[in-house]
């Protein structure tokens, strides 16, 4: 297969990613990878025994590029370059993932109060046999949380399905003292990093 045109699949749900995309003007098409286990999803994502959290992210992302890859060739679809992303907090070493519940979330931002943590996400794009990754690592400090505040952000609804139950652009921007490292890498997509990447495959913004 040959690449055509300017364009790219996107492999993500997420629409801020859908969002950073488009600030900075990449041409894309959304690919849903398949998340449901009863019907077999496409990426394992659970961090193999060991495992570095720096090692998983990449991992995981490049199997989501590589699973995307895959699909659009099964689909006979037009070959433009796949990406894909993963982000997970890390706390003293520790991997902290989405929260599966309301009291998950209140734990662990519980857990991240007057600390300081790293985001990392990892970016990868695939094209026929041909797969790059890069990883984004910032450092994000919390101030100390109240209970009360805790409650009422987790009753919003808006941690429940974010890496380390939080979102930087959303209303938890009022817990954050202190970013060091890539902002949009913390909301989900490392844009220096992504625009990189693409231009490795010859894309460019239009």
């Known amino acids: 297969m040959t690449h055509i045109g300017n364009r790219i699949y996107l492999a993500s749900r997420s629409p801020r990613r859908r969002e950073l995309?488009?600030?900075?003007?990449?041409?894309?098409?959304?690919l849903l990878l398949r998340e449901d286990l009863r019907r077999g999803a496409d990426v394992d994502e659970a961090p193999a025994p060991g495992e570095s959290a720096s090692a998983y992210v990449s991992r995981v992302a490049r199997a989501k590029a590589e699973a995307g890859w895959r699909r659009i060739a099964d689909r006979r679809l037009p070959p433009h370059p796949v990406l894909a992303a993963d982000t997970t907090v890390v706390l003293d070493g520790g991997i902290i993932g989405k929260?599966?519940?309301a009291r998950c979330a209140h734990q662990l931002l519980r857990r991240l109060?007057?600390?300081?943590?790293?985001?990392?996400?990892?970016?990868?794009?695939?094209?026929?046999a041909r797969v790059e990754s890069a990883l984004s690592t910032s450092a994000v400090e919390f101030r100390e949380l109240a209970d009360g505040e805790i409650r009422r952000y987790v009753a919003l609804g808006e941690p429940l399905d974010k890496a380390g139950a939080y979102a930087i652009q959303g209303h938890a921007a009022v817990f954050v003292r202190a970013i060091s490292g890539s902002y949009s890498g913390i909301v989900g997509l490392p844009l220096f990093e992504t625009a990189e990447l693409l231009g490795r495959f010859d894309v460019a913004p239009k």
């Open 21 to 30: 995309l488009q600030q900075i003007g990449i041409a894309f098409e959304s």
């Open 99 to 101: 929260p599966a519940d």
């Open 113 to 128: 109060s007057g600390q300081m943590h790293q985001v990392m996400t990892a970016v990868a794009v695939a094209r026929e």
